[in-house]
């Protein structure tokens, strides 16, 4: 496994959890408002961080971390991911993935073996202009066998749209919404501009503007419609 990054404790990453976060290098999305730069473009890879470091990182932290969130980049494009998850397992911690949703293969392979505790799938945009925020051709039909195996795998989840102003409108958050019907949770968080791939987009016109209110507040109640949970992440 190819480890980019690791923060050694997270307290927001997990729910309820107190957590490491270890990210994988490498994606098959080139998503413009992206920040984590230094693990999706080859050029900008540092030196991966060796994989007996990090273990021996978890095995001083037993009894102190809960769980283990492996983020990316992508993870599950790593060929490896399913005896990492199997050591991380082996040495008692709970475990959350965080993926885009592309290889439903690995990911039922993962969820079969129970190897999750908790998966999160970014769902980019509404299935009809995936391409457009992706920054490449993207298989919509492994978009949405992933949310349906999600929905059905009996791991606790959650699918999460980043609202970049730039791309998403009211009613593209609608049908999303409408794509995860029937979800557990559905999350919008805010976009920061921070270190964005693209460095032009900004958060100006954010639907999470306080002019907005009346706006979202008619989102929320969409959106509660079609999922049992729905929630709003601000950047402040």
């Given at each position: 496994m190819?480890?980019?990054g690791?923060q050694?404790?997270?307290?927001?990453?997990?729910?309820g959890?107190?957590?490491a976060?270890?990210?994988?290098?490498?994606?098959?999305?080139?998503?413009?408002?992206?920040?984590?730069?230094?693990?999706?473009?080859?050029?900008?890879?540092?030196?991966?961080?060796?994989?007996?470091?990090?273990?021996?990182?978890?095995?001083?932290?037993?009894?102190?971390?809960?769980a283990?969130?492996?983020?990316?980049?992508?993870?599950?494009?790593?060929?490896?991911?399913?005896?990492?998850?199997?050591?991380?397992?082996?040495?008692?911690?709970?475990?959350?993935?965080?993926?885009?949703?592309?290889?439903?293969?690995?990911?039922?392979?993962?969820c079969?073996?129970?190897?999750?505790?908790?998966?999160?799938?970014?769902?980019?945009?509404?299935?009809?202009?995936?391409?457009?925020?992706?920054?490449?051709?993207?298989?919509?039909?492994?978009?949405a066998?992933?949310?349906?195996?999600?929905?059905?795998?009996?791991?606790?989840?959650?699918?999460?749209?980043?609202?970049?102003?730039?791309?998403?409108r009211?009613?593209?958050?609608?049908?999303?919404?409408?794509?995860?019907?029937?979800?557990?949770r559905f999350v919008?968080?805010?976009?920061?501009?921070?270190?964005?791939?693209?460095?032009?987009?900004?958060?100006?016109?954010?639907?999470?503007?306080?002019?907005?209110?009346?706006t979202m507040d008619?989102?929320?109640?969409?959106?509660?419609?079609?999922?049992?949970?729905?929630s709003?992440?601000?950047?402040?």
């Amino acid at each position: 496994m190819r480890i980019g990054g690791l923060q050694r404790v997270s307290l927001i990453d997990f729910p309820g959890k107190i957590a490491a976060v270890a990210f994988t290098q490498g994606c098959n999305f080139r998503c413009q408002f992206c920040h984590n730069e230094s693990l999706v473009i080859p050029e900008k890879f540092q030196s991966p961080m060796d994989e007996e470091e990090f273990f021996n990182f978890l095995v001083s932290r037993r009894g102190k971390l809960d769980a283990v969130v492996v983020s990316g980049g992508e993870p599950t494009l790593h060929v490896d991911i399913v005896e990492f998850f199997e050591k991380i397992k082996n040495l008692g911690f709970l475990t959350k993935l965080d993926t885009n949703g592309t290889r439903p293969d690995v990911l039922k392979n993962l969820c079969e073996k129970n190897l999750l505790d908790y998966v999160a799938m970014d769902v980019k945009h509404r299935f009809d202009k995936y391409d457009d925020i992706s920054g490449v051709a993207v298989d919509i039909s492994a978009i949405a066998a992933s949310i349906d195996l999600i929905k059905n795998s009996g791991v606790d989840y959650e699918f999460r749209t980043t609202v970049v102003p730039h791309f998403h409108r009211a009613d593209d958050i609608e049908a999303i919404a409408s794509q995860l019907s029937g979800a557990k949770r559905f999350v919008i968080q805010e976009f920061v501009p921070d270190h964005a791939i693209n460095g032009n987009l900004s958060g100006e016109n954010s639907l999470f503007s306080p002019q907005n209110r009346e706006t979202m507040d008619a989102l929320a109640a969409f959106c509660k419609s079609h999922v049992e949970e729905f929630s709003m992440r601000s950047a402040s």
